[in-house]
């Protein structure tokens, strides 16, 4: 479904390259690629395996074999991308957080809808067949009514002071780092699966390390935690922290129902835990024993473990059949990164104001 369709790359580091091999999986000729600079341009051409190295994104924009473009580029460039790219006319996948302000994001959801174009953003984790098999549980109504929530999201990559990255700059990250990084996947799926919205957060952040090797000035979070209540009346914790040694991608939720508990982690996402009063049971990726969307997204037998890279693929196929006519379901569009953006503002005003504060609806 996607031969022909030429894809292109704004940015040219790690994620290009999980995006690049996505598209060509999904079927996508890979065109070119554009930087920082027309060096690094060059380099992430040959890194990422594309033949053309575009010296702007304008000179990206002007070529008409690109289809679809995958921004990649550090947070606060996001927004007049993802402008330029919709006012060109291309369908777009745009890295998260959408944007780093909520107007802005507005602004790009009302644009993309305007034009009429396929716009996403990669909550990827959406993808792991045993998340759908959640989903499915819940609104079949197997799980029953959703009484608490207890998730985490835990990195140790930026654990000591001597770490550091571009994302600890607000100046390119944002306000929020922590939270905006990877607190946006962990609140997407609990809803995601659940179909039960946040209403109101209160929480507190952490600046562990306020001067760190490359920055003598850190505002951006190392760690948040809350909690939550939804529409429906459930109560949760959350906790986000990037400085958890030992936990180098740990996504976990548990989600309790008046019947049973769901239970997902994403290092170890071949498997679902059931927990019940009674015959509480670990549930393996075996399509004989799923639902249907988990079933699709199971690509290789049971006994033969499926992983992140494969999850990235599956949204960008997705995407690529929804620029095809097609309506796959669960697709995050731009509309979900809106959402997450929103969150994420409520967050960090609850955490500064020690307060209560509810979350607007789209």
């Known amino acids: 479904m ?24 999904s079927g996508a000729r890979t065109v070119g690629v ?8 060059r380099e992430a051409a040959e890194r990422i395996g594309v033949t053309r190295a575009y010296e702007s994104i304008d000179e990206l924009l002007a ?5 679809v473009v995958h921004v990649c580029t550090p947070n606060t460039l996001h927004a007049s991308q993802a402008a330029s790219v919709i006012a060109a006319g291309r369908h777009i996948i745009c890295e998260k957080p959408l944007a780093t302000s909520v107007s802005d994001a507005e602004r790009l959801v009302l644009a993309a809808a305007s034009a009429g174009l ?41 654990l000591d002071a001597s770490d550091d990255n571009w994302r600890v700059d607000a100046a390119a990250g944002g306000a929020s780092r922590a ?7 962990l609140v997407d799926i609990i809803e995601f699966v659940t179909g039960d919205r946040i209403v ?28 939550l209540e939804t529409q429906g009346g459930a109560i949760g914790s959350l906790l986000v922290s990037q400085v958890a040694p030992g936990r180098k991608n740990r996504l976990h939720i548990e989600l309790a129902g008046s019947a049973e508990s769901i239970g997902f982690d994403q290092e170890n ?25 988990a079933v699709r997204l199971s690509i290789l037998p049971a006994g033969h473990p499926q992983g992140y890279q494969d999850a990235f693929t599956a949204f960008v196929g997705d995407t690529y059949a929804a620029i095809a006519g097609e309506e796959p379901a669960g697709l995050p569009r731009f509309s979900d ?26």
Do not use: C
């Open 63 to 67: 070529d008409d074999e690109v289809g």
């Open 118 to 158: 396929v716009a996403t953003v990669p909550f990827v984790y959406r993808f792991h067949p045993m998340v759908r098999e959640a989903r499915a549980r819940f609104l079949e109504g197997e799980t029953g009514r959703l009484l608490t929530i207890n998730g985490s999201y835990l990195q140790d990559w930026l």
């Open 269 to 293: 996402p071949e498997s679902l835990w059931l927990g019940r009063r009674s015959g509480s049971e670990l549930l393996p990726r075996d399509p004989s024993q799923l639902h249907e969307d």
């Open 2 to 25: 996607s031969a022909g369709l030429g894809a292109a790359f704004v940015g040219g580091g790690f994620m290009a390259e999980v995006h690049a091999r996505a598209a060509r999986a």
């Open 34 to 41: 554009t930087s920082s600079s027309p060096q690094r341009s």
């Open 200 to 227: 109101r957060v209160a929480a507190v952040k952490r600046t562990f390390y306020p001067h760190r090797a490359g920055h003598s000035t850190v505002a951006t979070e190392d760690a948040v935690a809350l909690v």
């Open 337 to 362: 990164g809106l959402r997450a953006v929103r969150i994420t503002e409520a967050v960090m005003l609850a955490a500064s104001t020690f307060a209560w504060v509810e979350i607007p609806e789209d």
């Open 179 to 185: 939270f905006a990084d990877i607190g946006s996947h």
